[in-house]
């Protein structure tokens, strides 16, 4: 099992928790991304401008990866295209490689995503290379994003576990994660990506990336596969972290458990953070009016607890 | 939770919820996180699946059945199950049948089954069909206990006050129950110095425990700190539970900040069993799974076999035909690469 820690270093550097929480939220891409139903582009384009309405910061509004690997964000141009930009809201795109990169800034995207992974045989399986031929392909995009004047989020998949390794040792993710910041990448979220972390594991594998990358420039993703992901958050939050990414709903199931939940739904989140009197910015009841009105294009029930308790289905 | 009446779709509307008055006053508001302890090397699970869990679900189980759970959870390593109710068959007709349930099932020698005793007739009842302990419930708020069971905080006190007479003349333990402490679905925040109140005068009885109850799950990390923070400074910690609903997913994160806290005794539901009677289709009772997964993946020890409790989860959940509310219960059951899934071996 994930190995027993020591809980007393892992709480005795707490800090207060911070007073505010920027939300990155990945429904329409992450989550979309994962959905069996595929969505049309003004859906998307709907979605995403509800989104921005609802007060959120930073969403990410599709990958420009090919359409031959993940024919949800096959239109992404029109997407890109099509959104309303909310003036002080980021749009951020994810682009796996030089190519992505430029199609996206053709499309007008103003800020860019790349992906890494703790973990060598996700790496090899997700995206066909190893963790040090992406880190590669991400230098490209780097050099070109840098030039150009494009911030750029960094993504470390697997900090908690692994689908096909298990468990996933810290200082490898804050290696990863070291060396996504030390790139370029502004901030580095890190992704429980199958959900199985728990909140000590999380405080551990924190405590490894903090040696490596300031807080300030950190971000949890959790799915909430195993029911952890609002605990986990917490205790992300009560290390110093501040930004954290969610999902609309929680749209988007986990790939590596058929029928299981995957990313944590922003609904959830929002309603923790406000009862801990953390501001957000976020409008709770117009962001659960985003959720219904996707779940009703997907024609699936919400995974969201909030909205369910208040009939937002 | 105690007896339920029908569902109520609303009492507070969400607006009001997800609203400013929702928030807690700043008296209440915690920006530095409360003291916190070591994480307990022990926590006991209190499972209340076969009586919370069952009483609050649509389906009417048979006897049988509920004998079949309570004798396979006997069997996971939990060392209290609540068994079932002793309460008017005319109020809750699920657990009619508390008599056959507490005379029939195989009961272990390293497990307790507490039963609900709502009154003297209750308690009697139970100790005549074999219970060894009791348990009684009380509330946070006026307008919650008048319309659950139909009397003031009170008045309900004295007839506890009765039972746990009797309970101590009969050496028979008593464990105290608060719901609504941290929000009420008709009366929406409920103030920590309300379920201290209640929660002291519980101990001071007699109960040897007393469990805090979100029943509306609306409480959040904030509003749990805060409440227990008060109900500490008069009541033992040792002597403390906590009993979260997951109807607002905050059921984790409340454990999480309890056991920060220092409480060492969690109530929890063998596949979420039973809905919230306040929201319908809303979840209720945070799964056993779930926390199960969260104590060990913490290195708490629980006593528990978590392979065992998902196979329980599942018996229950085929025989009432619904999905399990356990996320853990729902990924494991389908995963397609199981090598990664070792966390559930101990």
């Given at each position: ?7 007393e ?18 429904g329409?891409?992450d989550?979309l991304?994962n959905?069996k139903?595929i ?16 007060g ?20 992404q141009?029109e ?12 749009y ?13 800034v ?15 045989l ?9 963790v040090?031929e ?21 993504y470390?998949s ?5 689908p ?14 070291q ?12 992704g ?10 999380m405080?551990a ?27 986990n958050i917490?205790?992300a ?12 709903a929680?749209l ?25 009197s953390i ?17 009703r ?5 919400t995974s ?6 208040s009939?937002?289905? | ?10 009492c507070?509307?969400?607006?009001n ?11 209440f508001?915690e ?5 916190v ?5 022990f926590?006991?699970?209190v ?12 389906e009417m ?13 006997s ?57 060894a302990?009791?348990?009684?419930f ?19 006190m004295q ?7 009797a309970?101590?003349q009969a ?18 925040q ?5 379920v ?7 101990h ?26 008060a ?6 910690i ?5 009993h ?6 905050q ?13 060492s ?14 929201a ?13 997964y969260m104590l060990?993946g913490?290195?708490i ?6 392979a ?16 399990t ?22």
């Amino acid at each position: 099992m994930l190995g027993c820690l020591d809980l007393e270093v892992s709480l005795s550097g707490l800090k207060p928790l911070p007073e505010k929480v920027k939300i990155v939220e990945v429904g329409p891409r992450d989550g979309l991304q994962n959905e069996k139903t595929i969505v049309p582009a003004d859906v998307k384009i709907r979605l995403i401008d509800m989104l921005s309405e609802a007060g959120l910061p930073v969403i990410e509004a599709t990958s420009f990866v090919s359409p031959k690997w993940v024919p949800q964000m096959a239109d992404q141009e029109e997407v890109m295209r099509g959104i309303h930009r909310k003036p002080g809201v980021s749009y951020p795109v994810l682009t796996p490689n030089l190519k992505g990169y430029r199609a996206a800034v053709k499309a007008g995207a103003m800020e860019v995503a790349i992906f890494g992974a703790a973990s060598e045989l996700f790496s090899k399986r997700n995206i066909n290379c190893s963790v040090e031929e992406s880190l590669q392909r991400f230098e490209e995009v780097m050099s070109a994003a840098r030039e150009e004047k494009v911030p750029v989020r960094g993504y470390v998949s697997c900090v908690l576990g692994c689908p096909y390794e298990g468990s996933v040792s810290p200082s490898r993710v804050a290696e990863v994660a070291q060396r996504l910041y030390s790139m370029g990448c502004y901030e580095v979220s890190l992704g429980d990506t199958v959900g199985m972390g728990t909140p000590g594991g999380m405080a551990a594998m924190l405590e490894a990336v903090m040696r490596e990358v300031p807080v300030h420039a950190l971000a949890v993703h959790c799915h909430d596969t195993y029911g952890q992901a609002l605990a986990n958050i917490l205790v992300a939050l009560q290390n110093g972290v501040s930004v954290v990414d969610a999902s609309v709903a929680g749209l988007g199931g986990c790939p590596y458990a058929q029928g299981a939940s995957g990313n944590v739904a922003t609904e959830d989140v929002v309603y923790m953070l406000h009862g801990l009197s953390i501001h957000t910015g976020v409008d709770l009841p117009k962001l659960m009016d985003a959720g219904s009105y996707i779940c009703r294009s997907l024609n699936r029930r919400t995974s969201s607890k909030v909205a369910q308790a208040s009939c937002k289905l | 939770m105690g007896n339920v009446p029908n569902a109520v779709k609303h009492c507070l509307s969400y607006e009001n919820l997800m609203g400013e008055s929702f928030r807690l006053p700043s008296s209440f508001q915690e920006k530095k996180w409360p003291e916190v302890h070591k994480f307990p090397d022990f926590v006991k699970i209190v499972e209340v699946g076969p009586r919370d869990g069952l009483q609050n679900e649509k389906e009417m189980v048979p006897t049988e059945i509920k004998i079949q759970l309570i004798d396979m959870l006997s069997q996971t390593g939990l060392s209290v199950i609540e068994a079932t109710s002793f309460v008017s068959s005319k109020w809750v007709v699920q657990m009619a049948d508390h008599n056959e349930v507490l005379t029939g099932i195989n009961k272990s020698p390293h497990v307790r089954y507490p039963v609900l005793t709502p009154n003297i007739q209750g308690f009697q009842a139970a100790v005549e069909a074999g219970a060894a302990e009791v348990a009684v419930f009380g509330s946070a708020s006026e307008t919650f206990s008048r319309k659950n069971i139909n009397c003031s905080v009170e008045e309900s006190m004295q007839r506890f006050e009765q039972v746990i007479c009797a309970a101590r003349q009969a050496c028979i333990p008593v464990r105290g129950y608060v719901s609504c402490a941290l929000g009420c679905p008709y009366e929406g925040q409920v103030h920590p110095a309300q379920v201290t109140k209640v929660a002291k005068r519980l101990h001071e009885l007699g109960c040897y425990e007393v469990s805090l109850g979100d029943t509306t799950g609306m409480g959040t990390a904030g509003s749990m700190a805060a409440m227990l923070r008060a109900v500490m400074a008069e009541v033992p910690i040792h002597a403390l539970a906590v009993h979260c609903h997951d109807t607002y997913g905050q059921a984790l994160a409340n454990i999480l900040t309890a056991l920060q806290m220092g409480v060492s005794v969690v109530d929890s539901s063998v596949a979420g069993l039973g809905g919230c009677p306040y929201a319908e289709g809303a979840s209720g009772n945070v799964s056993t799974e779930d926390v199960v997964y969260m104590l060990h993946g913490l290195g708490i020890q629980t006593g528990v076999d978590l392979a065992k409790v998902i196979e329980a989860g599942d018996f229950i959940c085929r025989a009432l035909k619904r999905p399990t509310n356990s996320k853990v219960s729902q990924a494991t059951s389908r995963v397609i690469d199981m090598q990664a899934f070792s966390v559930l071996a101990e």
